[in-house]
């Protein structure tokens, strides 16, 4: 089952704006994680913020994590065109003792060059 | 970052067949390896956990008996696709986690695409 949801499921902008995304869970954390997928390939990992932390950067990468709302965001500032891809958040189930991720339902985010 | 390969990366197979995919984490031991299955436009979904030296633990409502997974050592994971049928096409995708690492990211394979025709 997902953990949560994802918002926009699509969203298209231009290169050189900002494109943020956003993720709902429903469970308790210790961290939650943001994955990258380009189109029919695996996923690659971009930031991790931990459950004690309401934000973090990496590069052009902007993470918040708001526990008592229970979301998180992306920000991905000075988009390009090689940002196009679909967009996960992630998170450990607490309680299940096997440490899989459990996926948000994905932005895919066009950049047009 | 650790690296997880995945073979094969694209494969068609007849209907009634059987495929093995393979799961290999190149540069760390990884005690347990994820299995997913992604739907075109849809999320990650978890099948089964793989854990080395015994028996996967399976998602509700996966068949054991159709995916067979086998985690022989501590950088080898494999699923098998038993009697695949067409609604068995799916891309599929493993994941592992460096033993001493459990609650960081994971590193995942780069997917295999299976078309039973």
């Known amino acids: 089952s997902q953990q949560g949801e994802e918002d926009p499921q699509a969203l298209s902008i231009q290169e050189g704006e900002n494109a943020t995304m956003n993720c709902s869970y429903k469970t308790s954390i210790n961290n939650l994680q943001w994955y990258r997928q380009n189109s029919g390939r695996g996923l690659v990992h971009l930031i991790l913020?931990?459950?004690?932390?309401r934000e973090k950067h990496s590069g052009r990468l902007r993470v918040t994590l708001d526990t008592s709302k229970k979301s998180s965001s992306l920000l991905i500032t000075a988009s390009r065109a090689a940002d196009t891809a679909s967009y996960f958040c992630?998170?450990?189930?607490?309680?299940?003792?096997?440490?899989?991720?459990?996926f948000g339902s994905g932005t895919r985010l066009q950049v047009q060059p | 970052g650790a690296v997880v390969s995945q073979h094969p990366s694209w494969v068609i197979c007849k209907s009634g067949t059987s495929v093995k995919i393979e799961c290999r984490s190149l540069d760390f031991q990884a005690t347990t390896m994820f299995w997913y299955r992604q739907f075109p436009k849809q999320s990650l979904m978890l099948m089964a956990t793989s854990n080395e030296g015994s028996k996967a633990t399976y998602e509700q409502g996966v068949e054991k008996d159709k995916f067979l997974i086998n985690h022989a050592s501590l950088t080898l994971s494999t699923l098998t696709v038993t009697s695949a049928h067409p609604e068995d096409s799916s891309f599929y995708i493993c994941?592992?986690?460096?033993?001493?690492?459990?609650?960081?990211?994971?590193?995942f394979g780069q997917g295999t695409r299976l078309t039973v025709v």
């Open positions: 994941s592992a986690r460096a033993r001493d690492r459990l609650n960081t990211e994971a590193f």
């Open positions: 992630a998170t450990v189930l607490p309680d299940t003792g096997r440490r899989a991720l459990t």
């Open positions: 913020i931990r459950s004690n932390e």
